[in-house]
Structure formats: structure tokens, C-alpha cells
């Protein structure tokens, strides 16, 4: 039987979580709340954000919209330019994160669009590659375009919330003077 203490070691690495808890702090000082809008991380950084503590005070949650379908249908992903260009692009993520920002309480979100591989997608975009958008109230829309390399999916699931607590720290702490 696993004790309470050993229970993260379960089902979420410890230092995804260490990681996380600066983000969650520097929202909290900032006065900002945190949506996520996740495909190919599938839920994780919200995950990982919800077990800082304190996340209560500032993650609204977050929209997993793994197919083109659901990023059309959950966050106005825009379905002409999902098929012509598909669904891992930077005007995607940027779509993704301003429609997480529209449809919760939140005044940040993050999105995340990529193939986790180990196989290019169905449009041709090779595995490893990723897109993030940060959308905030009042502030321009950061996008962020990381090419992972060949590693197993999980490695690129990992290194891809890294990206995106890191874009969400630098998000809480940018000084109102340049917003």
C-alpha cells in the first residue's frame, strides 16, 4: 500500500511539480487566474499546475481538444484553417489560447499544439514539433515554435509543459509598465 507521501510518485514526476509551483506563486502576485488549452500534452499542464499549491486561487482549469473536430467545437479553432493548414501551426495555438481566454474566467491561457509522435501527423509535420501561444487581458498574444527533436512521446510531453510553465511565468511577471 502507498502512503499519502509516496502517492505523487505515482502518477506525476516531482519536478514537473516543483516547476510548477513558481508559476502558480507568480500568478497569485500578479493577480492573474490560468486557463490551459492542451492537445497534444492532453491535459498534463493542468495537471501539473493543480497540484501547486495554492491552485485553487488562480487555475480555472483547462480544455483538452486533441482532434481538429473538438478544437473547432470546444475553442473556435478556426475549421477552414484547420483544413488547410491543419492543427499544428502557430495561428492554431494562437486560436487555441484566445478562445481558452474567451470561454473561462481566466485572464491567462496557454495553449499547446504538437506531435508527440513517433510518426510525423497526418499533415506531414514531423514529430517533436510543437507550438504555444500565451494569451493574455490586455497584453499581445506570445507564440513559441519548439522543434523537440526524435524522442519517445513522453519525452516530448514532458519537455513541452516545461516550455509551456516557463511561458506562463514569464507571462505573470512581465511589469504592467509594458503591457
Excluded at 21 to 32: K, S, T, Y
Excluded at 50 to 72: D, I, M, P, R, W
Excluded at 160 to 173: D, F, G, I, Q, R
Amino acid at each position: 500500500m502507498h502512503s499519502p507521501e509516496n502517492a505523487l510518485d505515482c502518477c506525476i514526476e516531482r519536478e514537473l511539480v516543483s516547476r510548477a509551483q513558481p508559476v502558480i506563486d507568480a500568478l497569485r502576485v500578479a493577480g492573474l487566474s490560468v486557463a490551459t488549452a492542451e492537445s497534444c500534452t492532453g491535459g498534463l499542464i493542468a495537471a501539473i499546475l493543480s497540484h501547486a499549491q495554492n491552485a485553487s486561487e488562480c487555475l480555472h482549469g483547462g480544455f483538452v481538444a486533441y482532434t481538429k473536430a473538438n478544437k473547432a467545437k470546444v475553442l473556435g479553432v478556426d475549421r477552414d484553417l484547420l483544413e488547410m493548414r491543419g492543427a499544428v501551426n502557430v495561428e492554431v495555438a494562437r486560436q487555441m489560447a484566445q478562445g481558452a481566454l474567451e470561454r473561462s474566467p481566466a485572464s491567462v491561457a496557454v495553449s499547446v499544439t504538437g506531435v508527440l509522435g513517433p510518426d510525423a501527423d497526418e499533415d506531414g509535420n514531423p514529430a517533436g514539433l510543437v507550438y504555444f501561444a500565451v494569451c493574455r487581458e490586455g497584453a499581445p498574444t506570445v507564440v513559441s515554435r519548439r522543434e523537440f527533436g526524435e524522442m519517445q512521446p513522453d519525452g516530448v510531453r514532458r519537455v513541452a509543459v516545461l516550455h509551456a510553465l516557463e511561458l506562463l511565468y514569464n507571462s505573470a511577471t512581465v511589469t504592467s509598465a509594458i503591457l
